[in-house]
């Protein structure tokens, strides 16, 4: 008998947990889209029903993943456009099974991501949507809003010892393709413009508003069908993080900045559906959003860290990845008045 490979062992064991702990006895098991780091499939049953199958990587803490599953539940009970998650027969919302950690949702299907997407009607849609997801995480007993330090993306002297370091392993790793040698060059020109963020923090409050989040908000974990949302996916486990960071990193992800040539009246649209729904946070805050995402796409090292920490060469979608977020900070920085005053006249 021929042995199986890796990926038809890894069907198999999907299979098994589906019937074995969430009652779906699956007649076709697919490779769907996969995660940063998880790998997804579809199941289909008999009846036609579709399932989403979500597979953490070795090592996953399963009570992490229950949380976050938790989360996305708690998010649907708030009225959240969720995929409802399939329980298993004991209760729980994860499986494992020989270090495969698992979840169930139902598949959403005709849908597209917020991926660059976000135009029309959607901007409103997405403004809607997460200031429902935060007015109801405002009531959360892990996260009610309170005023404080801003969020840690935006700690200039974290990010100065982050980005030392990673010139500093740059330095110490001559690069050889076109692309390693970009991002070398990158994390030092980042170093050299943190006077630059300084600049544009200088305009932004001391103290902002936190509570919790949805933990990684962005186009990719939001999908879309026609001009309304179908589904927020993905969630972290619980945490909390500004509001304007977690805002901003959905609204102004790179792709949309950088696709949509009328993305500053979009934003004004999408923040001020957002407000009407989450008026906690002030609308000073909120005037600040591209500031305040254009000074963490300035500071992150994501993905330039990649490039080191993962084997073989970078992939064709990080390397576009690399370059939108740093050709993005560049587009925000040059439009900011004008941005600035939109999102003060949508939101007077």
């Not at 999907?14 to 996969?34: C, H, K, M, N, Y």
């Not at 139902?106 to 997801?133: F, K, S």
């Not at 992800?253 to 002030?282: F, I, K, M, S």
């Amino acid at each position: 008998m021929t042995p199986l490979s890796a990926f038809e062992t890894e069907i198999a064991r999907v299979t098994l947990l589906l019937a074995r702990d969430f009652g779906i006895v699956a007649v076709s098991v697919e490779q769907g889209p996969s995660g940063t780091a998880t790998r997804n499939y579809l199941a289909a049953e008999a009846d036609g029903t579709r399932w989403f199958v979500k597979t953490y990587p070795p090592g996953s803490v399963l009570k992490s993943v229950e949380e976050a599953a938790r989360l996305s539940e708690y998010a649907r009970l708030c009225r959240v456009p969720v995929a409802a998650a399939r329980a298993t027969d004991e209760g729980r919302l994860t499986a494992s099974y020989q270090g495969l950690v698992m979840t169930v949702t139902r598949y959403v299907p005709d849908a597209v991501t917020a991926d660059g997407q976000l135009t029309g009607r959607r901007w409103e849609a997405v403004g809607e949507a997460v200031g429902r997801l935060h007015r109801g995480f405002a009531r959360h007993r892990f996260g009610p809003p309170r005023t404080g330090p801003v969020d840690k993306a935006l700690d200039l002297a974290r990010a100065a010892v982050r980005l030392k370091t990673l010139v500093s392993r740059y330095a110490a790793t001559p690069q050889v393709t076109a692309f390693g040698r970009w991002t070398a060059e990158t994390a030092r020109e980042k170093l050299a413009r943190l006077p630059e963020a300084e600049r544009l923090l200088a305009g932004v409050p001391r103290a902002m508003v936190s509570q919790l989040v949805h933990g990684d908000l962005s186009g990719p974990n939001v999908l879309l069908r026609g001009e309304g949302v179908a589904a927020v996916v993905d969630f972290h486990p619980p945490v909390r993080r500004g509001a304007v960071w977690e805002l901003g990193r959905l609204a102004l992800d790179p792709r949309t900045v950088l696709a949509q040539p009328d993305w500053p009246e979009g934003l004004g649209r999408l923040t001020a559906a957002y407000h009407a729904l989450h008026p906690v946070v002030p609308v000073q805050e909120l005037v600040n959003v591209a500031r305040v995402t254009a000074a963490v796409l300035l500071m992150s090292v994501y993905p330039l860290d990649e490039v080191l920490d993962s084997p073989g060469p970078a992939d064709a979608s990080l390397e576009q990845y690399a370059r939108d977020r740093y050709e993005a900070a560049a587009v925000l920085c040059d439009r900011l008045n004008e941005v600035e005053e939109v999102l003060r006249d949508h939101l007077a």
